[in-house]
């Protein structure tokens, strides 16, 4: 589910998000929604390229989407 979590500790750290083994899978399901995509390696390839174009908006996406999330936990 989360195969690329182990590649974001720097995106996470700029969004001011703790990864907790409660929190992992609403992670993920936030990044289903900022890519457009459902299994891991396509969102996986969707990071890495917004990463790459613009990380600072990425990080400001998530950390939107973090903060704006339904269920905070």
């Given at each position: 589910?989360?195969?690329?979590?182990?590649?974001?500790?720097?995106?996470?750290?700029?969004?001011?998000?703790?990864?907790?083994?409660?929190?992992?899978?609403?992670?993920a399901?936030?990044?289903r929604?900022?890519?457009?995509?459902?299994?891991?390696?396509?969102?996986?390839?969707?990071?890495?390229?917004?990463?790459?174009?613009?990380?600072?908006?990425?990080?400001?996406?998530?950390?939107?989407?973090?903060?704006n999330?339904?269920?905070?936990?």
């Amino acid at each position: 589910m989360t195969c690329y979590f182990r590649h974001l500790g720097t995106v996470f750290e700029e969004a001011g998000i703790v990864i907790t083994k409660d929190n992992r899978k609403e992670l993920a399901n936030i990044f289903r929604q900022i890519t457009c995509e459902g299994d891991c390696p396509a969102i996986w390839r969707q990071i890495k390229k917004r990463l790459a174009e613009d990380e600072a908006g990425f990080v400001a996406e998530l950390k939107t989407a973090w903060a704006n999330r339904p269920s905070k936990t």
